[in-house]
């Protein structure tokens, strides 16, 4: 059974909109999240992160938002741009150390 | 700035065969990660180590070993290959106590059994 699910493997947006990708986990030791984008031929890059004694991070155009008791997080790109166009990864640990993957979801920004 | 390497980047084998994937973690790196991704597949943790010690083991066959050396490249052994066993593998490198706990990913090593 999958711990972390990306429910939606595929997301169009328009470049300038909003981009929201989302994350369902099932293991409520997971205390610690990370994004990552992923772009063919090349390793996951990292994101941002998230602790759970926080509910939101802001970095620059992305902000991700933890909401512990519907163990559901969300990674908001805003505006998006077609750079951003890649697989995004939802990744989770328990203690911060091994992550837990979800399958991922692919982001594509039309210009 | 250096990155993760690996290499070979890309490895075809036949069944039964074996193989051997090498990682080399960004310098003062002190944890290595290994991870499997199957086509359409999320990344799977197979194993990590810690100043050359297995710290943990994820769902790794049997069939693989690994082991940090101490320089702290990382190799991943792979024996009596099976179809099933084609992937992309990646390693992560991190350093203990670093800011998000962010694991730095290589390119990854194809791998493709025949």
């Known amino acids: 059974d999958q711990q972390v699910k990306q429910n939606s493997p595929s997301l169009s947006v328009q470049e300038g909109r909003i981009s929201i990708l989302n994350c369902d986990y099932t293991?409520?030791?997971?205390?610690?999240f990370l994004w990552y984008k992923k772009y063919p031929a090349e390793g996951p890059t990292f994101l941002i992160s998230?602790?759970?004694?926080?509910d939101k991070n802001e970095d620059g155009r992305f902000t991700v938002f933890l909401n512990k008791s519907a163990k559901h997080l969300s990674l908001h790109i805003v505006p998006s741009q077609p750079g951003d166009s890649a697989v995004y990864f939802c990744?989770?640990?328990?203690?911060?150390?091994?992550?837990?993957f979800g399958p991922g979801t692919r982001l594509s920004v039309l210009p | 700035a250096a990155g993760v390497i690996q290499s070979p980047r890309h490895l075809i084998k036949e069944k039964r065969e074996t193989a051997t994937l090498k990682c080399y973690p960004i310098?003062?790196?002190?944890?290595v990660y290994w991870y499997q991704q199957g086509p359409g597949q999320d990344p799977q943790f197979l194993i990590s180590?810690?100043?050359?010690?297995?710290?943990d083991k994820g769902s790794i066959p049997d069939r693989f070993s690994a082991q940090q050396f101490s320089d702290y490249h990382s190799e991943l052994n792979m024996s009596s290959l099976e179809l099933g066993d084609s992937a992309l593998y990646f390693c992560?490198?991190?350093?203990?106590?670093?800011?998000?706990?962010?694991?730095?990913f290589g390119p990854g090593t194809r791998l493709t059994v025949l």
């Open positions: 998230i602790s759970s004694i926080k």
């Open positions: 310098p003062r790196h002190d944890t």
């Open positions: 990744a989770a640990s328990a203690g911060g150390q091994n992550f837990v």
């Open positions: 992560a490198s991190s350093r203990l106590g670093a800011r998000d706990n962010e694991q730095f």
């Open positions: 180590f810690y100043e050359k010690m297995q710290s």
């Open positions: 293991n409520s030791m997971f205390d610690y």
